[in-house]
Structures are given as C-alpha cells and as structure tokens.
C-alpha cells in the first residue's frame, strides 16, 4: 500500500482557515485519496475523499495536485471542535482491494481561541 | 440511523482471562472491520468480514484472537489468555460496498481494553 508523509502538528487559530498537507509521492491510478479525523476519546470520522478532482463537502474542501502526488485538506473557518488528528490515507479500488485502511502517525491539530 | 455500537466500551482484565467485544455495525452494511489503537499511534487493521465471510486477516491477528460475523449482521471478537501487551482501544467500523468503488468507514466509539 503507497504511504502518506504528513506533519506531526500543526496550529490554527479559531476562525481562520487551515490547510493541512499531505505528500503521496508513490501514489497509484486506482489510489483514492482519504481523509479521516480522530477527535479526543471517539473513534475516527470520515472527513473526504477524492481521486483526481477538488472535492468539497459540508465538512471541508480537498485539492488534489494536478500530478496526485500530493494533496491538501481545506478547513475553510476552525473552531475549537475541529481539534483532532487528521489522517491521510491512500485506499486502492484495483483487483484484490480488501478496502482496509492503514493509517500513519497523522497531523495534530490544534486550535486557538 | 443509530450508527456502529460497541459494548463493552470499557473492560478491566486480570491477565490470562478471556474477554469478548461486540460490535453492532449500520443496518445493511455488508462490510465489516475491526482495528486496534494504542496509545499515541493510528489505528491498525486487524480483519475484516465482507457479510459473514472473514475475508482477511492481519499478521497482528495472534491465534489468541477469533472474530465472527453470524449471519452477517453483529460481530464479536475474542481474545483468549489475554497479555498486557493486549491492552488497546478496539474499534469496529462499517461500510456498505457496491461493486469495486471505494467506501466509507464509519467507526464506533470503541472498547477500551486494560490487561491487568
């Protein structure tokens, strides 16, 4: 399964947008883009998914580079309750798929009031 | 929509006992996953049933370690003579799949586990 580079943490304050990156250089074609966030004490949470277009939902935005190689969720206002870890994660639809996720070490995020 | 269930969601262990989590998933939902999470790491896959079929399983899974899924509805996961080194947040997350698209995992709130 191709692998996820994201920063350890990162800081936003309340209000303001957040970008957070991720570098999937040995991405595949049959590779989605996921994006899932862990709150504190809860189980994680589907944020997004995309493969190959900018993607936007209730939750967030998802940019895609035009080479896939990496890609960047877009938390358009934080507040306090979008203070979790957020995971990147490649998930291969090609023959053989068994559609279990593998997560990293993810981004912390944390916000300011 | 009641989402995924988990009970116990805490369980406090003497070392060499057996315990037993069940897992409710979405009405419908054909699949079926069961992770582990230690402390300061992301979570790690463990198996996964496509209805009632256990359909892979990961290295992590010790023969200490049974999952079931009668009737591909609720799902339960043993571990017998149970280790400290067994001590995690189990999580059971469920998706429904069509054809070869990807999915959606929803995740419970899952069961802590202490290994006295």
């Known amino acids: 399964d191709a692998k996820t580079t994201q920063p350890n943490s990162m800081e936003s304050n309340e209000e303001e947008p957040v970008h957070l990156p991720c570098n999937h250089s040995t991405i595949s074609g049959t590779d989605y883009i996921h994006w899932y966030r862990q709150l504190p004490s809860q189980g994680p949470e589907y944020v997004i998914h995309g493969l190959t277009s900018n993607v936007n939902n209730r939750m967030a935005s998802l940019a895609i580079a035009e080479d896939r190689k990496s890609s960047t969720l877009i938390l358009h206002r934080a507040t306090l309750r979008d203070a979790a870890v957020y995971y990147c994660i490649l998930r291969d639809v090609g023959s053989g798929n068994t559609g279990k996720l593998i997560f990293g070490q993810g981004t912390t995020l944390q916000v300011k009031p | 929509d009641t989402g995924v269930s988990q009970d116990p969601r805490h369980k406090i262990t003497k070392r060499g006992q057996n315990v037993t989590f069940r897992c409710d998933p979405i009405?419908?939902?054909?699949?079926l996953y069961w992770y582990r999470q230690t402390l300061g790491q992301g979570p790690e896959f463990l198996t996964y049933?496509?209805?009632?079929?256990?359909?892979?399983k990961s290295r992590l899974l010790s023969d200490r370690f049974s999952a079931e899924r009668p009737k591909g509805s609720f799902s339960t996961l043993e571990i017998q003579r149970t280790e400290q080194g067994d001590s995690a947040m189990y999580l059971c997350?469920?998706?429904?799949?069509?054809?070869?698209?990807?999915?959606?995992?929803?995740f419970g709130p899952g069961t802590r586990l202490t290994v006295l």
């Open positions: 049933f496509q209805n009632e079929a256990q359909l892979e």
């Open positions: 997350a469920s998706s429904l799949v069509k054809g070869r698209g990807t999915d959606t995992q929803y």
């Open positions: 009405s419908e939902h054909n699949r």
